[in-house]
């Protein structure tokens, strides 16, 4: 059995005071959802504030980004073994919006995923296509050359120690989300990608669906078989929004 998990990830958003009301909500809400995972990304200069609030509960922290080296003259950038030492637990890497407007390749975010499992956490491996890449058919193409990149650089079992997310970018912030039926489409594929290297691999791993996913629509996304949980943008940052999914990723 695979545990749901749901992960914030609040973006480009939050000030002290909007990031403890949110906080606030959210720690209230949290101890009625049972079985499932739940963690909150927010930017790197509120982590430490935010683990610190976020001790006694269950809820885990994880990062948005990180930089694939691990120390050195790299301006602006923040490494794995910072991220580690105040207290995440994930990190995203290849969000489509690193990929699409900051021009990161997958040979890059390979590298990232491999940097976040140096230091023993977990990657959130993001995926997806561009809704032209869909309308031409090559959905399936895109998420695998995402996930073979990776695959390549650290091997399959890498993905025993990692999350995958399918995120179509077409639905990201958008309000367009990808019908239960389309994500578990890509979901299952993704699945077999992993299982045609390792059954028991692909069996374990968490694929988490990502792009306008709400309140309203969570519990019909969950219920497919291979949607393991959900990387929720623009609802992380409403306390009861992302409480309900997790409430229906814990039923999933
Ligand atoms: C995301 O950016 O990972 C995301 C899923 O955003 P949203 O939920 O706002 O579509």
Known sequence: MRQPLVAGNWKLNGSRERIQSLLDGIKAGIGEVNNAAVAVCPPFVYLSEVKTQLGGTPIALGAQDVCEQDEGAFTGEV??????EVGCEYVIVGHSERRNLYGEGDDLTARKFAAVRRQGLIPILCVGELLIEREQGITEQVVARQ???VIELEGVEAHADAVVAYEPVWAIGTGMTATPQQAQDVHKHIRQQLASKDEAIANDVQILYGGSMK????AGLLAMPDIDGGLIGGASLKADDFLAI???AAQG
């Open 79 to 84: 490494s794995a073994p910072m991220l580690k």
């Open 246 to 248: 997790a409430a229906a």
């Open 147 to 149: 996930l073979d990149a």
């Open 215 to 218: 309140g309203e629509n969570a």
